[in-house]
């Protein structure tokens, strides 16, 4: 179930809290707290996806409104964050630290799990992903993509398959155990690549949202999907100046098939996006509002990466992670691309 933080107004209120649910994240903060901002969005998803009524309770404090719970843990570093399980604190993260935050989430979830149900979705080794707070009343649906039928032109050999493109870890750039695996997509002959992405049931789209450079985590589960929005994370390496963020994207929906780079210069694509460097956040991320009346009934979307930032040689993407609703679901075993045996 859905479920924002609670925001703790008494003393009273957190120790009932304490008391009621199994697991308690508290997230200490100010209104004044730059850093505490910042993870704020991130906080926010991962309540909404791992909170269980009176299992898994997310709570935030102001710790100037509630002074006497910032004395009583000792609070004297903004944002800290508590891990409660049966009212006894599990693990402590001091400050906007995402590397030591992740660590705590992974042992959230780890105390999610150990709960059974169904709390979470899985989170991989690297711990579950999102770049960009989701619009409100949608949700995550990149499992809708039907990954076996996905296709992308021009991409380096020596980088990952597609399918690294779709899965809800943290991409291994910013995970240091994944050492130097090839989990992301590169274009190869120059800064162009494109995507084909089959849906297993007919889609809506309302906003493409791209993001890069900083990571976040997200858990996530539907069913059936309307997509709204797209995250693409890119994360060039660091003095890397040959290899770039995508600037210009094309959009194009319901192809039976992936379009040749000529067919997609050629044509009038559904949706033209210009990404400018004001375009993306703190986290590296933009959301990009789509043409909604366009983007009804989808059942494919090909992603044109059209050229990348400064005419570098390459283009990078790591990450791409769908947002949406409901929709109907169809036999995926009619859609089939040109060339597959029966």
């Not at 719970?69 to 995402?98: C, H, M, W």
Request: net charge negative; hydrophobic share 40%; aromatic share 6%.
């Amino acid at each position: 179930m859905s479920q924002p933080p609670v925001v703790i107004s008494s003393k009273e209120q957190f120790d009932t809290i304490l008391r009621t649910s199994k697991v308690v994240v508290a997230d200490f903060f100010a209104t004044w707290c730059e850093p505490c901002r910042q993870i704020a969005p991130l906080y926010e998803v991962l309540s909404k996806n791992l909170s269980r009524p009176n299992a898994v309770t997310f709570v935030k404090i102001d710790t100037e409104v509630n002074k006497a719970i910032s004395e009583q843990y000792k609070i004297t570093v903004l944002p800290t964050f508590l891990l409660f399980r049966d009212a006894k604190i599990t693990k402590t993260v001091k400050g906007a630290n995402l590397a030591e935050l992740q660590n705590v989430l992974e042992s959230l979830v780890t105390e999610v799990d150990s709960l059974g149900g169904e709390a979470s979705s899985s989170s991989g080794s690297g711990g579950p992903w999102v770049g960009a707070e989701i619009p409100r009343g949608y949700s995550d649906i990149t499992d809708q993509v039907e990954i076996r039928n996905c296709e992308v032109l021009n991409a380096d050999e020596e980088a990952g398959p597609v399918k690294v493109l779709f899965e809800s870890t943290q991409p291994g750039a910013l995970d240091t155990r994944k050492g130097s695996a090839k989990d992301f997509v590169q274009s190869g002959a120059d800064d162009q690549l494109l995507l084909f992405v089959p849906f297993q049931g007919t889609v809506k789209l309302h906003t493409l949202q791209v993001s890069a450079e900083l990571f976040s985590m997200h858990a996530l589960v539907v069913e059936t999907a309307t997509l709204i929005v797209m995250q693409i994370t890119s994360l060039p390496e660091e003095g890397q100046d040959n290899v770039s963020r995508p600037e210009a994207v094309h959009l194009y929906i319901n192809r039976p098939q992936n379009m040749d780079f000529d067919e997609a210069d050629d044509s009038e694509p559904t949706q033209a996006i210009t990404l400018k460097p004001e375009d993306w956040n703190s986290q590296g991320t933009t959301n990009i509002s789509l043409r909604f009346v366009k983007f009804q009934k989808t059942t494919t979307l090909i992603v044109y990466v059209q050229k990348g930032i400064d005419g570098a040689e390459a283009i990078r993407l790591d990450r791409i992670r769908l947002i949406g609703e409901a929709g109907t679901k169809r036999d995926m075993g009619k859609l089939q691309k040109v060339g597959d045996d029966e």
